[in-house]
Nanobody, 115 residues
Framework: QVQLVESGGGLVQAGGSLRLSCAASGRTFSSYAMGWHRQAPGKQRELVAIITSGGSRNFADSVKGRFTISRDNAKNTVYLQMNSLKPEDTAVYYC?????????WGQGTQVTVSS
């Protein structure tokens, strides 16, 4: 069982920035594939960004060039740096860990971007 705790959400004006953090439990965090997903009201949850244990990254087309994902294995933490935020980025953002084929979710953190 892996526990994930997100933080860093909030209200920001369009064009602003936020950094989300996700702290994970476990001794082998460096082996986890980590990702950020989001779910807007009335919409399906969608993948935003992923980072593998080897450091490879992928992003949804809608956030390429604006969001970056990084990890600090010494702190068991993954980050999502969000720049040039748009109102359509408003959603609950969830952290996900994939460990040995099993997936784990955090509780989510709200991001609201005002126009």
């Amino acid at each position: 069982q892996v526990q994930l705790v997100e933080s860093g959400g909030g209200l920001v004006q369009a064009g602003g920035s936020l950094r989300l953090s996700c702290a994970a439990s476990g001794r082998t965090f460096s082996s986890y594939a980590m990702g950020w997903h989001r779910q807007a009201p009335g919409k399906q949850r969608e993948l935003v960004a992923i980072i593998t244990s080897g450091g490879s990254r992928n992003f949804a087309d809608s956030v390429k060039g604006r969001f970056t994902i990084s990890r600090d294995n010494a702190k068991n933490t993954v980050y999502l740096q969000m720049n040039s935020l748009k109102p359509e980025d408003t959603a609950v953002y969830y952290c996900r860990a994939v460990v040995g084929g099993s997936g784990f979710w955090g509780q989510g953190t709200q991001v609201t971007v005002s126009s």
